[in-house]
């Protein structure tokens, strides 16, 4: 089952900083993993951070460890994240999606996830 579009991408330049958001029910909030992932041209959808429910623990890769932040709105029921100090490489589709919980801990790998998105385009120029 598909999801709503998530949105704030945009074009900034190398440095820059943008908003992501995609809505998501309650229960997915509160019941499941969620995840963003990015996506460029010819390479697989990777993690790039994750969030446990309730927002009670989140993982980030390691290149954008420090830079970015995952977060929920409750009362909006929206994740969100928060990219900052872009780097040229992290341009890209960024999709939310949602997934299970496995030994405690959200995963990394995109085929445990659904109810995606359609994206949203994150442009970086140097």
């Known amino acids: 089952q598909a999801r709503s579009a998530e949105f704030g991408g945009g074009s900034v330049q190398a440095g820059g900083s943008l908003r992501l958001s995609c809505e998501a029910s309650?229960?997915?909030?509160?019941?499941?993993?969620m995840a963003w992932f990015r996506q460029t041209p010819g390479k697989e959808r990777e993690a790039v951070a994750s969030?446990?429910?309730?927002?009670?623990?989140?993982y980030y890769g390691d290149s954008v460890q420090g830079r970015f932040i995952i977060s929920q709105n409750s009362a909006k029921n929206t994740l969100n994240l928060d990219v900052n100090n872009l780097k040229v490489e992290e341009r890209g589709m960024y999709y939310c999606?949602?997934?299970?919980?496995?030994?405690?801990?959200?995963?990394?790998?995109?085929?445990?996830?659904?109810?995606w998105g359609q994206g949203t385009q994150v442009t970086v120029s140097s």
């Open positions: 969030i446990h429910p309730n927002g009670a623990r989140a």
């Open positions: 999606a949602r997934g299970p919980i496995i030994a405690q801990k959200c995963p990394s790998r995109a085929i445990l996830y659904n109810r």
């Open positions: 309650r229960d997915d909030l509160t019941r499941y993993c």
